[in-house]
């Protein structure tokens, strides 16, 4: 198993421009899940979706937006990138939401510039 | 509400000493609790999880940690530590909603 990948690791972009953060789990996952991580902030929900069809925003979803077309796959999207936008972009996923198979499995990051 | 605080946010112990991570939390409910760490420019590796089990939790790499309702606690500890342990942890709480919340995470520096 894969686990969960993300494309791509790095990216720069412009100010206003837009762009599409990949995520692809192969563990059969309902539940998938965008974080950024600033320094210090630990980890913030963005968006996440408990299955195929279905999402809902996180604590920071300003900015971004999602889809789940399928149960493997989870793309974020941005549109008018800002400078407030540079992070890293992390994507989980677990079998359930609630105990005791809630723990999240976590892909390798995105690291994004805006400039 | 819930939270997480992590009481440290960088702690520095020497090869083969003992390590510990604090993590506090406030919850209402039962929550279930982890450890994850970050090693650099890598994404997020579960250590290990209480869900209402044990209290004493034992994960890999050596770790583990301790629920302690009383205290609100789940300290994370390792009997020695290991320059490979060097990373940042973090401590997550999941509540009755199934809200998944972080700490701010601490940096653990080894020192040989």
């Known amino acids: 198993n894969a686990g969960v990948t993300q494309t791509p690791k790095f990216r720069i972009l412009k100010i206003g421009q837009s762009m599409t953060l990949q995520c692809t789990q192969d563990?059969?996952?309902?539940?998938m899940y965008w974080y950024r991580q600033d320094p210090g902030m630990g980890l913030k929900l963005i968006y996440y979706?408990?299955?195929?069809?279905?999402?809902d925003k996180g604590e920071v979803p300003n900015g971004y937006n999602v889809s789940r077309s399928t149960t493997e796959d989870f793309p974020l999207r941005l549109e008018l990138a800002a400078p407030s936008q540079t992070s890293v972009y992390f994507c989980?996923?677990?079998?359930?939401?609630?105990?005791?198979?809630?723990?999240?499995?976590f892909g390798p990051g995105t690291r994004l510039t805006v400039l | 509400a819930q939270s997480v605080t992590q009481l440290d946010s960088h702690v520095s112990v020497s090869e083969g000493t003992p390590v510990l991570l604090r993590c506090n939390y406030s919850?209402?409910?039962?929550?279930?609790l982890f450890w994850y760490v970050q090693h650099p420019n890598k994404g997020l590796q579960l250590l290990l999880k209480?869900?209402?089990?044990?209290?004493l939790v034992k994960g890999i790499n050596g770790f583990e940690a301790e629920f302690k309702k009383s205290e609100t606690s789940f300290h994370l500890t390792k009997p020695s530590a290991h320059m490979s342990d060097a990373a940042e942890y973090f401590c997550?709480?999941?509540?009755?909603?199934?809200?998944?919340?972080f700490g701010k995470g601490t940096r653990l520096h080894i020192l040989p």
């Open positions: 989980a996923s677990s079998y359930y939401r609630g105990p005791p198979y809630n723990e999240q499995f």
């Open positions: 209480y869900t209402s089990a044990a209290t």
């Open positions: 919850s209402s409910y039962s929550p279930s």
């Open positions: 979706s408990v299955g195929a069809g279905i999402t």
């Open positions: 997550v709480v999941s509540d009755e909603n199934d809200k998944i919340i």
């Open positions: 563990m059969n996952h309902n539940y």
